[in-house]
């Protein structure tokens, strides 16, 4: 009786990486592309008003995210964006020391 054995993959943990950009950053690049394309991409420039600051934004990405983890800038937007104070209780109960009646 042997033990029954299949391949898989050594790298799984691995982040999906196209062109050395994670998706978040591919959506953002090509979102910032086509809303500039959509809004000025009429006017004659389309090269500087198009192109060029979608190109900047992707190089000030590639070099502004090396060393940080993954996915750092949602986790950086989620936590700009949530609420500045948590709180464990609701805000209708009020907490008394103890040894202290009211």
Avoid at 3 to 13: A, G, P, R
Avoid at 22 to 43: H, R, Y
Avoid at 57 to 68: D, E, P, Q, S
Wanted: charged share 20%.
């Amino acid at each position: 009786m042997s033990i029954k054995t299949t391949q898989v993959s050594k790298c799984l943990d691995k982040k999906l990486l196209i062109m050395g950009y994670e998706v978040p950053d591919l959506l953002a690049i090509f979102l910032l592309l086509s809303v500039l394309n959509l809004t000025v991409g009429q006017l004659g420039a389309k090269l500087f008003l198009v192109w060029l600051p979608t190109i900047s934004f992707a190089l000030i990405l590639r070099y502004g995210k090396r060393g940080k983890p993954e996915n750092y800038l949602v986790h950086m937007l989620r936590h700009k964006m949530g609420p500045k104070h948590l709180c464990a209780f609701s805000e209708s109960e009020k907490w008394v020391s103890p040894g202290r009646e009211i």
